[in-house]
């Protein structure tokens, strides 16, 4: 059966989003989503607010975080040329869901799981001032201060390329990104992150589960990537992402079934400017991991 009320994969201001928890709630229920997650980048800040902000919609909330880790494989560089993608992301983003979790309850484990993701949420912003710094070499100032009111919870790229257009370094923060701050580029400056091993135990003992979010950005073919995943416990694969074609879809969703895998399914909103709309992401519900199927 085809859906599309899943979207598992979104941001706030608590991260790199532009809108508040509420306003990405109601974009989400405007626009036909039942089953939400909030992924904010290395941070659970707003899990309270959007469980709250759901079930005023009626949605189902499945509390979410969008981890920063280190590759697990290098790119192929002629699999790069091949999709089109000058270079690989440096980091490789591993979505971990608690679908059985109840923001604001007690549960030990989940709060284990984030006294482990707060230093690698911390890791941030000694990253942030070293990026303002190299900035600061290359002729475009920026304080940290500046930087850090413009988030509400965990600091990234974003935020600096907001203030960077608002100096007039730059027009728009696409520009910063492709021109100064995009991963290795001259004022970019990678932060210390946990393996996708790492990630996985730590997910696992607090009673979730794990998918490698947008996969098509690691540069690395699916039939080694999606075997690296399986090898290294990851449950699922985010095979249907706005940057994927239906091609690439259908490719990962069969591999992800030949590995006994799920997968899961993610517009990865960040905000109005961004993209036209959140939702809209038809999947095989059948596909999905068994612990977010409820068609």
Not at 136 to 163: C, D, Q, T, Y
Not at 242 to 253: G, K, N, V
Request: negative net charge.
């Amino acid at each position: 059966m085809w859906s599309q009320r899943y979207d598992l994969h979104s941001h706030s201001l608590h991260s790199d989003g532009e809108h508040p928890v509420e306003r990405v709630a109601e974009l989400m229920h405007g626009e036909g989503v039942q089953f939400w997650a909030l992924t904010d980048h290395d941070t659970t800040a707003g899990w309270q607010e959007a469980h709250a902000a759901a079930s005023e919609r009626g949605l189902t909330f499945v509390p979410g975080v969008e981890i920063t880790c280190e590759p697990a494989l290098p790119p192929d560089e002629e699999h790069l040329t091949s999709i089109g993608r000058e270079r690989a992301s440096a980091s490789w983003h591993l979505l971990a869901y608690f679908p059985d979790h109840v923001p604001g309850e007690n549960d030990e484990d989940v709060a284990s799981f984030k006294a482990w993701l707060a230093p690698h949420q911390d890791g941030r912003l000694p990253r942030m001032m070293a990026m303002c710094e190299r900035l600061g070499e290359l002729g475009m100032p920026v304080s940290i201060e500046e930087v850090s009111a413009k988030a509400s919870g965990s600091v990234g790229r974003p935020h600096l390329a907001e203030v960077m257009v608002e100096r007039g370094y730059v027009s728009t923060k696409q520009e910063a990104f492709e021109t100064w701050i995009g991963d290795g580029l001259p004022g970019f400056v990678a932060h210390v992150k946990p393996t996708i091993e790492e990630a996985v135990n730590a997910v696992n003992a607090a009673g979730g589960f794990t998918s490698l979010a947008h996969p098509l950005y690691y540069g690395v073919p699916s039939p080694r990537l999606v075997a690296a995943l399986h090898e290294r416990g990851v449950n699922a694969i985010e095979a249907v992402h706005r940057s994927h074609s239906d091609a690439y879809r259908h490719e990962l969703a069969v591999e992800a079934a030949a590995h006994g895998m799920g997968v899961t399914v993610g517009s990865d909103f960040h905000g109005l400017s961004w993209q036209a709309r959140p939702g809209n992401m038809p999947v095989q519900s059948t596909t999905l991991d068994v612990r977010l199927n409820s068609e």
